[in-house]
């Protein structure tokens, strides 16, 4: 059926809408004071960097002319590059055009076919896009958790080379990676590490030197460093983005990262600007205090965590409380911006703060009461900071059909159900039977929600072959907004949500089951068959859930139980996992003696 591309476009811009998450160009508000942006060190209109930018467009012009390899740029990046690697303490630096662009071709540049890369589940969309260009085999690591990253490494001993990929501070936790550990990590399974140091360098570390010189400072051993990256367009307030690492390691970078090689290089204006920035990100000692004494004052404000650096998240759960709260600060003279999913995970939309070393006692005060005296939901003050109150949602998903995601599902809700509120949920069902009465059913005597579904199909087959035949069809943004409609403000507790089918069975002709997952990053319980043919069907699934940098808090193996599958599964995932042999009698005691023995309450915790 012929459809009108604009009017998709249009339709996908309502259910946006409708759920918080429309996005849309906003540039900084003349006559409020900056707390949104990541001018850190307040060097985007230094005199300095002007006149450097100013000379070299003079000098060499304002455009670059062509790819680095056919002689565009200028003079100045080899500069540029030679400061860094001295500040940096490095033999060799490579400039790239962007920071995006040194993420992509530090990662799809080093890492290949047939390596294997454990990356933070927080790291930036640039590390997460360049991971997947790499056709690297992926594991994706509880955010900072070293012991789930050993697990995952222990899994990959026959890969060709082996990684862990991190930021150093973190762009929306505003946490500093564990990065001495991660280090020990490398050397115990022989990896390489590499460092995302865009909110790190030029805030923390001897001379702004970075996460990892902090790292260093303490103890860490450089040995199984491979590179950093930093950012020209933070700390050091111009633009590009440069590698940082030894001489072979730039060579190599020369001939495979196609985000140099094919991308026309760093304009002059630019290369100009940095080569001003950088001797003045080392010597602002004094800045970088009053930049951490800034954080400080606001963390403690909304009763969070000492921050690593200049970030300071303000989590408050739900898109339109954040879009609220963001308003209201406004509204008091404070430029500062909500974020929402996907760029955060669900039920974490937050303010983000970005404090300046320009910004003055009286500002910084003046921030922090009205953070700490902005209503959120009812609150008391301090709450605004607190973990999201919305119901949280947890999806059941599997490797294949007709597996038992609906006893897990019932299981998952029973557990939640003794920590208070639980709502179920099934957005599609398809064939005659009824999953919501059956959990109904194996949840008698719990105090459970039941959320009915979006549509109902009678074909037990994958969702758009089911609303096919029946004349009708799946629409993504419905579920959207049911799902919206559970998680909003004034809903509590957990959400237990049983998908139909496997993981990637389509909704349309456009959204698989696995897209529709990817856009909220939810938590996941993966269901799979115990026996004959899980290891491939669950680790081809782990591998899809991973390219889309998702991962489950829990494998539930159904059926029979076999050692050997499970100890495989455990070895080459590294998750957590339950045996849930077939019960018999199904039924709500036989449930329950199940989960007096396999306790999934710690899968709701810490969300």
Known sequence: MDRDLDRDWDEERERLDSAGLLRGLHLAETGLVDFTSNDTLGLARHPALVDGARDAACEFGVGARASRLLGGGSPLDARVESAAADWLDAEAALLFPTGY?????????????????????LNHASLIDGVRLSRARVGIFDHADTEHAERLLAGAAGSRRRWIVTEGIFSMDG???????????????????????????GVVGPQGAGAWAAAIAGGADPARLAARVVTGGKALGAGGGLVVGSQAMRERLLQSARSLIFSTGCPP????????????????????ARVREHAARIAAAVCGPPPAGAIVPVVLG???????????????GFDLRAVRPPSVPV???RLRVAVHSSHTDEEVDALAKALAASPTRGSA???????????????????????????VAAALARAASSLGPATYWKPVQTGEDDDTLEVERLCEGCTLELAQPVARFPLPASPHEAAAA????????????????????????????????GLLVPYDDATTQADWLAARRPALVLVARSGLGTL????????????????PKALVLVGEPHPSNRATLAHRTGLAIFELARLEPLEPDTLDRWLRDHDLRPLFADR
């Open 101 to 121: 662009q040194a993420n992509l071709g530090v990662t799809a540049g080093l890492f290949a076919a047939g390596d294997y890369v454990c990356s933070d589940a």
């Open 175 to 201: 946490d500093a990676a564990p990065l001495r550990s991660l280090a020990e990590l490398c050397a115990r399974h022989d990896a390489w590490l590499v460092v995302d140091e865009a909110h790190a360098a």
């Open 269 to 288: 204006p630019t290369a100009g600007a940095l080569a001003a920035a950088i001797p003045m990100a080392r010597a602002a000692d004094e800045e970088r």
């Open 318 to 332: 739900d898109s339109e409380a954040a879009l609220a709260a963001a308003t209201r600060l406004r509204e008091g």
């Open 347 to 349: 039920g974490s939309a």
């Open 381 to 407: 003050p301090a709450a605004i900071s607190a973990a999201p109150t919305t119901a949280r949602p947890t999806f059941v998903v599997g490797t294949d059909t007709d597996i038992g995601k609906t006893v």
């Open 470 to 501: 029946a004349g009708g069809v799946v629409e993504p943004g419905e579920l959207d907004r049911r799902l919206a409609e559970l998680t909003a403000e004034g809903t509590r507790g957990n959400l237990v949500v049983e998908l139909a089918g």
């Open 536 to 551: 491939n069907h669950t680790l081809l699934t782990v591998e899809a859930l991973a390219a889309r940098s998702l991962r």
